[in-house]
């Protein structure tokens, strides 16, 4: 096992690649003007973060996979609720995107589009949270 802290090698390599990622990330971002290349740079900011993280960690890079593998990971039915809201999320937009071709002349699409995306993102937040944990 190799720590990051007890090799001056490989932390000083993984904070220069850090360092690169993150600047290289932040220039992409900030000075593009396409959205996808945008968001490849907003990736490689995070990337150079996460390295920059492991760089300064105590723990040996093998124990960090290993209690990021342990950790509770929700079970298939959070999954199949997540699934089914996005699904619903996308028929609501829909039913809402036809009552604005006809002119708005019903409520009832918006108040359902803006309830299932409320509990979809919601759904999806919970499921990230106890996946980062």
């Given at each position: 096992?190799?720590?990051?802290?007890?090799?001056?090698?490989?932390?000083?390599?993984?904070?220069?690649?850090?360092?690169?990622?993150?600047?290289?990330?932040?220039?992409?971002?900030?000075?593009?003007?396409?959205?996808?290349?945008?968001?490849?740079?907003?990736?490689?900011l995070?990337?150079?973060?996460?390295?920059?993280?492991?760089?300064?960690?105590?723990?040996?890079?093998?124990?960090?996979?290993?209690?990021?593998?342990?950790?509770?990971?929700?079970?298939p039915?959070?999954?199949?609720?997540?699934?089914?809201?996005?699904?619903?999320?996308?028929?609501?937009?829909?039913?809402?995107?036809?009552?604005?071709?006809?002119?708005?002349?019903?409520?009832?699409?918006?108040?359902?589009?803006?309830?299932?995306?409320?509990?979809?993102?919601?759904?999806?937040?919970?499921?990230?949270?106890?996946?980062?944990?």
């Open positions: 096992m190799i720590s990051a802290q007890n090799n001056p090698v490989v932390r000083n390599g993984l904070l220069s690649l850090a360092a690169l990622a993150v600047i290289g990330g932040g220039a992409i971002a900030y000075i593009s003007s396409s959205f996808t290349i945008r968001t490849s740079g907003m990736l490689l995070l990337i150079g973060v996460a390295l920059g993280r492991i760089a300064r960690s105590r723990e040996p890079i093998n124990q960090l996979a290993a209690r990021a593998a342990a950790s509770t990971r929700p079970g039915i959070p999954w199949i609720v997540a699934i089914v809201l996005a699904l619903a999320t996308v028929i609501s937009f829909y039913y809402l995107y036809e009552d604005a071709l006809h002119g708005y002349q019903q409520v009832l699409p918006v108040y359902a589009f803006a309830a299932i995306t409320l509990i979809c993102g919601l759904v999806w937040a919970a499921l990230l949270a106890r996946l980062v944990q």
